[in-house]
């Protein structure tokens, strides 16, 4: 489940459990993932959260760090000690407790602590099981994880080999380059377990060579369709160039595009109905009023009058339980494209 800083209606992590079970509430999620018992936080194919028991399968990552002994600056080897120090003698504590996350600059500008604090992170002295208002709490991997777990010594391959297996099973068909990706390791480690994951070749027009999970392949597709905004960060479509081969659906984030030059908006989220994407909107909130500043339907869900009904619904369905699970009581579409659409989706909303 990818973290972002981002909040818009809600923050990623929270608006993913919510595309699939629906409006559930906000602190329950919150609950579910910050309780200190059932997850942890790092690196997979971005900072993610993960269950607990996949504690094991990221000692190859840690023991990757170790080697490189840094994550993202020098790591100063006093201050390492001075953290764990702290954490032996205090308990959990927050960047803030360990003497401050930043010097006063820009962001990236930490101070020592907080860089010793990131670093012992990723090599897995430190943990993170919950955060408070978005602030990680940094523990002791001896006090957070349970000994089972940390006992588990698995080799590199085998913990490439479990991942990789993971992500063709999520991705149900995928390429070499979509594998990677999931779990974010080279190609060439996907190369050298592919055989021992047990997903098979498959052919898939205009792909490269494409593996599938068996049981995919053995089984009558089930599940149930939502019609849902998603998270630009969803697993679903994070992958942009897989999001274009899958749905034929050009997504991009444009939050860090400058205001001017952006096309559909600062965190547009893609309309999910039916098994397609056929849209998107730019939400926003203003009191207890959702804001469309952009909604816009793609031109195949919209190409009839009768389809663009179905979408007109399902756009309106999206927009209304998403108001509801935010706690607003309205909603406002500024723009709709194509336009000839706005008075049909006034009155769906109605």
């Not at 905004?229 to 679903?236: C, Q, T």
Request: hydrophobic share 40%; proline share 5%; glycine share 8%.
């Amino acid at each position: 489940m990818q973290l972002d800083t981002i909040s818009v209606l809600a923050r990623s992590h929270e608006l993913v459990a919510y595309a699939r079970l629906g409006a559930v509430g906000r602190s329950s999620v919150e609950r579910a993932y910050w309780n200190g018992t059932a997850a942890f936080e790092y690196w997979s194919h971005a900072a993610c959260v993960l269950p607990i028991g996949d504690w094991p399968l990221y000692a190859f990552r840690r023991r990757d760090y170790q080697r490189r002994g840094r994550h993202w600056h020098r790591t100063p080897e006093e201050a390492c000690k001075e953290v764990l120090a702290r954490l032996h003698a205090d308990g959990p504590l927050t960047a803030t407790g360990l003497g401050g996350a930043k010097k006063g600059g820009e962001w990236f500008d930490r101070t020592d602590h907080k860089i010793a604090a990131e670093y012992l992170l990723a090599t897995g002295e430190v943990v993170c099981t919950r955060r408070v208002g978005w602030r990680r709490v940094y523990d002791l991997a001896e006090r957070a994880i349970p000994a089972e777990l940390r006992e588990q010594d698995l080799s590199d391959e085998e913990c490439v080999t479990t991942l990789v297996a993971r992500a063709g099973r999520a991705l149900g068909v995928a390429t070499r380059a979509d594998l990677a990706d999931y779990v974010r390791v080279r190609g060439d480690q996907v190369d050298a377990v592919i055989e021992a994951t047990g997903l098979v070749p498959v052919e898939v027009r205009g792909w490269s060579t494409a593996w599938a999970h068996p049981e995919g392949l053995d089984e009558t597709p089930r599940g149930r369709h939502r019609t849902t905004l998603l998270s630009p960060f969803d697993s679903l479509v994070w992958d942009r160039k897989r999001t274009q081969r899958m749905f034929a659906f050009d997504h991009r984030l444009e939050a860090y595009v400058p205001k001017a030059k952006r096309v559909h908006g600062y965190f547009t989220m893609p309309v999910l109905a039916g098994g397609h994407l056929i849209g998107r909107v730019d939400p926003a909130r203003e009191g207890t009023t959702l804001i469309a500043r952009k909604a816009s339907l793609e031109p195949a869900a919209a190409n009839t009058p009768a389809k663009a009904e179905r979408a007109v619904a399902h756009l309106a369905e999206a927009l209304r339980e998403a108001a509801e699970w935010v706690g607003c009581d309205a909603v406002r579409v500024e723009r709709i494209d194509p336009p000839a659409l706005a008075a049909p989706l006034a009155a769906a909303l109605n």
